[in-house]
């Protein structure tokens, strides 16, 4: 399916949860966040039944993420359902890498391919610091985790405050060249400042040759991460909430000011 400026459309990024066992500073407001109930969020049968008609229109690729995917019940039961649709052909998922010792298994067993996960330092206090809550030994586990079940490539996602050049990034990719493992450098952004960064080693930040739709765990497609704009899948339909996504996708992202990274997925 092409949107209106003649961009081709075959990658849909879901998010199964606005819930997450960390509190990134740049992720999470302060202050804390409100929790969608959990009426609101979508079954995995909606997800499912959605996803198989997004398939139908010319989706071929799903990345989930959250909040922290790992953290909904069961998910790898929800991969395997994406994983039987006809047309899904890649199916990778974006992670904090916790959860990975206990799921990394059952979830390339379900048909997940690959994992990114995140990971800004290596050092154990600036890791703590910087999730508020977390455990640089955990996340380190869950990447052992992902390799030892094959979810490959494991790729490192490390937000970077300045650039690639600081301390905390070059010593995640010395760790990450010396376990063979691809490091892509994400600028730290602002959803409501208007700017945002190209991601080293990845595809998103090119306006001109973005081909996603990202849905909230709310049911809310959203044609671009750097603007208001969404349709309601449940009200609208599947079919509507797509070509209104298709209709309404801005040629290059401006400002979000309503959403979150934690409730959209980056
Ligand atoms: N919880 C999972 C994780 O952290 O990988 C998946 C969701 S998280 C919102 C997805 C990605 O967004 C992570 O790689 C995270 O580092 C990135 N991210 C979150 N807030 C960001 C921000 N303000 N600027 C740039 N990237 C951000
Ligand atoms: Fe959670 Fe991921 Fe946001 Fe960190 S970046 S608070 S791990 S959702």
């Known amino acids: ?35 969608l109930e959990h009426a609101d969020i979508l079954s995995y049968d909606e997800i499912t039944a959605f996803t198989r008609v997004a398939a139908a229109r010319g989706v071929r690729k799903v990345k989930f993420t959250g909040g922290e995917p ?24 974006t992670t904090n890498g916790i959860l990975l010792p206990e799921y990394a298994g059952e979830l390339k067993e379900a048909g997940l391919q690959r994992v990114n996960i995140s990971l800004d330092t290596v050092n154990p ?15 380190l586990k869950g ?14 996602n490390c937000v970077v405050r300045q650039s690639s050049g600081e301390r905390d990034a070059r010593e995640v990719s010395s760790y990450g060249t010396g376990r063979g493992l691809e490091v892509r450098f994400i600028q730290e952004m602002t959803l409501s400042s208007g700017s945002y960064g190209i991601v080293h080693g990845g595809s998103g930040g090119d306006c001109s040759r973005c081909n996603r739709l990202r849905l909230t765990s709310d049911g809310k497609l ?17 079919n509507r909430a797509i070509d209104f ?8 992202g401006t400002i979000n000011e309503k959403g979150y990274f934690y409730n959209i997925g980056g």
Do not use: Q, W
Request: net charge negative; with cysteine; proline share 4%.
């Open 125 to 139: 206090s600036r890791y703590r610091e910087l999730t508020r809550i977390g455990e640089l030994e955990d996340v």
């Open 222 to 238: 959203k044609p671009c991460l750097f603007s208001d704009v969404e349709a309601d899948i449940i009200d609208l339909g599947y």
């Open 70 to 93: 790992l953290v909904r019940r069961g998910v790898s039961r929800l991969v395997s359902m994406i994983a039987s649709i006809e047309g899904i052909t890649d199916i990778s998922m």
């Open 1 to 35: 399916m092409l949107d209106r400026y003649n961009r081709e459309i075959t990658y849909l990024r879901i998010s199964v949860t606005d819930r997450c066992n960390l509190r990134c500073v740049y992720c999470m407001p302060e202050d804390g966040i409100e929790l």
């Open 245 to 252: 996504a298709l209709e309404h996708k801005p040629l290059c």
């Open 143 to 156: 990447i052992d985790a992902a390799i030892d079940a094959g979810l490959a490539p494991v790729k490192i």
